[in-house]
């Protein structure tokens, strides 16, 4: 869950950096909570290739993540921006 968790915000931050299926597929998964069989069914491919892609789009992420860390630095700074809301309260 946690896992899913992180590529949701990855996926948010990168997904114009995927391929054009790849974002398909996972926006079928994640946003419309399609399950590989469904998605399979609907694009006419297999239940393998599927997965097949979330798994390869998951590594991209993280790849691109490890590379850019533009997610690190929007978590860094939120954490200031609560951090001097709360220096307001």
Do not use: W
């Amino acid at each position: 869950m946690k896992d899913d968790l992180q590529f949701v915000r990855l996926l948010d931050l990168y997904s114009p950096l995927l391929t054009k299926t790849q974002q398909e597929i996972t926006h079928l998964y994640f946003n419309c909570d399609l399950s590989l069989g469904e998605i399979a069914e609907q694009k006419g491919v297999s239940r393998q290739s599927v997965s097949d892609c979330l798994q390869k789009s998951r590594k991209q992420l993280q790849t691109l993540e490890a590379k850019l860390g533009f997610a690190k630095t929007v978590e860094e700074m939120q954490s200031q921006i609560n951090a001097l809301q709360g220096d307001k309260a």
